[in-house]
């Protein structure tokens, strides 16, 4: 019995996978503008959650506390996006440079436009969702957000720049 010859697998560029994953992530976000993630829905687990750790919290504080964690969730899933979106853009042909690994203003500012689109989006949807409000706070938390991740990329970069000379000082 004849074989046919296999190809091995085929090899998902950086900028491919780095695309999907980056969408998948925007789906999750989207998804966590249903009803299932309302604060009536979340308090249900929050609220006890919050009450076991701290039972000498008064309703209010409770509340508040809720309120907090929620839109920390904002800040955390735009910022996770913006970290997404900046390395599928520096990774995307034709627009990559030869050197992906420094620093570049554009994919920052492309980054930032697209979550603020994708925030706006995200709140737009929730004035459809009965349990929902669409909120412009909301945008500008999940766009301070991206900004965050952005400004942690770019301290990063600019630390790993600054150790990179004495490490090849060193060597020499």
């Known amino acids: 019995m004849q074989t046919l010859p296999t190809a091995g697998p085929k090899r998902i560029p950086p900028f491919v996978r780095d695309w999907v994953v980056s969408l998948l992530w925007l789906a999750l976000v989207f998804n966590a503008s249903s009803d299932a993630f309302s604060s009536a829905n979340t308090s249900r687990f929050i609220g006890p959650a919050l009450h076991w750790l701290f039972p000498a919290l008064s309703p209010a504080k409770l509340v508040t506390v809720h309120a907090l964690i929620r839109k920390s969730a904002h800040v955390a899933e735009y910022a996770v996006l913006a970290a997404l979106f900046w390395r599928a853009l520096r990774r995307t042909p034709p627009l990559a440079s030869a050197d992906s690994r420094g620093w570049r203003w554009w994919p920052a500012l492309a980054t930032l436009m697209a979550a603020g689109l994708c925030a706006t989006i995200d709140e737009w949807h929730q004035t459809f969702v009965p349990s929902r409000t669409g909120s412009a706070r909301d945008v500008a938390i999940d766009?301070?957000?991206?900004?965050?991740?952005?400004?942690?990329?770019?301290?990063?970069?600019?630390?790993?720049?600054?150790?990179?000379?004495?490490?090849?000082?060193?060597?020499a």
């Open 143 to 171: 766009v301070a957000g991206a900004t965050l991740a952005l400004l942690l990329l770019r301290l990063a970069f600019f630390l790993r720049r600054r150790a990179q000379p004495r490490a090849t000082a060193v060597a």
